[in-house]
């Protein structure tokens, strides 16, 4: 059977999102899955998988802030700035921090922040993966980024020494390194710091409690019902505008001709990405008000003339 839609995965540890891809591919008997964003193999929680032609809407789903749960332990430093890597310093004498001062550094990452992309880290530098000339220890200049830190709470502190643990609940843009926030959390304290625990809790705007193990997937698929779990690809770009063309209209717009502006209600702004449906909420496709025309044009139609 081929699905159509998005298949929200309760990630578990030991697997990179590559691996879960895979999985899910032998289970359903079907190639045309797609992830949302790479997750590190110790990393747990929400990773959406776009089936069938909801593969066509990866973009619009990494577009949307996620939200993780954290952990970072004060005074030991690696290489990959979690603890899967090798300590490169170490605080032999602990850490003494008090909760003002932890409160006091995490109120200077709310907003936009500035952050240089770990070694450890699946971008491209001049043709090459950044781990993979991490891994012939070779360190390159990295270019800073801005990204958002929509809400950042503290979960939990432990003081006790000699290394502290502080917990944070992170909502963010996509690009940001949590790993990276960690450690120039620690930085802001004046000690090294390091990564111990991260489970994604939000993706595509998808709850962990909404996930399914591969189990759940295995039952469902062999019962038949999976479909009935999965996101409808129109809800899951539910953060775009929904707009109805007239009904006269539909067909021009399935065979991806341009539509004056009159044709839709509500008539959305310039350059504006929108979902269009029909008099009937059957939905159309992923379109777009053109910034210079102002006419709608289609970006991926999803239904077929009748």
Request: net charge neutral; hydrophobic share 40%; charged share 25%.
């Amino acid at each position: 059977m081929e699905y159509e839609g998005i298949l929200p995965v309760l990630k578990p540890a030991g697997f990179t999102s590559h691996d879960v891809v895979a999985k899910t591919r032998g289970i359903l008997k079907m190639k045309r899955i797609g992830h949302t964003g790479t997750l590190d193999p110790q990393v747990t929680g929400v990773l959406p998988l776009c089936l069938g032609r909801a593969t066509r809407m990866v973009e619009y789903l990494q577009e949307l802030p996620k939200e993780y749960e954290a952990t970072l332990v004060l005074g030991i430093a690696t290489d990959t700035e979690d603890m899967t890597g090798t300590v490169t310093r170490q605080l032999d004498e602990g850490v003494l921090v008090s909760l003002e001062q932890v409160k006091q550094a995490l109120a200077k990452f709310q907003g936009t922040i500035s952050q240089v992309p770990p070694m450890y880290s699946a971008l491209k530098q001049d043709g090459k993966r950044l781990y993979e000339l991490a891994r012939e220890g070779k360190t390159v200049e990295r270019k800073a980024r801005e990204v958002t830190i929509h809400e950042l709470e503290l979960t939990g502190f432990k003081a006790e020494l000699p290394y502290p643990e502080i917990s944070i609940r992170v909502l963010c843009s996509k690009g940001t390194y949590i790993r990276t926030l960690c450690v120039d959390i620690g930085q802001a304290l004046g000690v090294p710091a390091a990564m111990s625990v991260l489970k994604r809790t939000i993706s595509a705007g998808i709850t962990d409690d909404r996930c399914l193990t591969f189990e759940e997937i295995a039952r469902y698929a062999a019962e038949g019902s999976l479909q009935q779990h999965l996101i409808p690809v129109d809800q899951a770009v539910s953060h775009l505008t929904a707009v109805q063309v007239a009904d006269e209209k539909v067909r021009a717009a399935l065979q991806g001709q341009r539509l004056s502006p009159s044709a839709v209600q509500p008539v959305p702004q310039r350059d504006e990405v929108i979902r269009l449906y029909d008099p009937e909420q059957r939905f159309l496709g992923i379109y777009k008000r053109e910034a210079e025309s102002g006419a709608i044009a289609p970006v991926k139609v999803f239904a077929q003339n009748q």
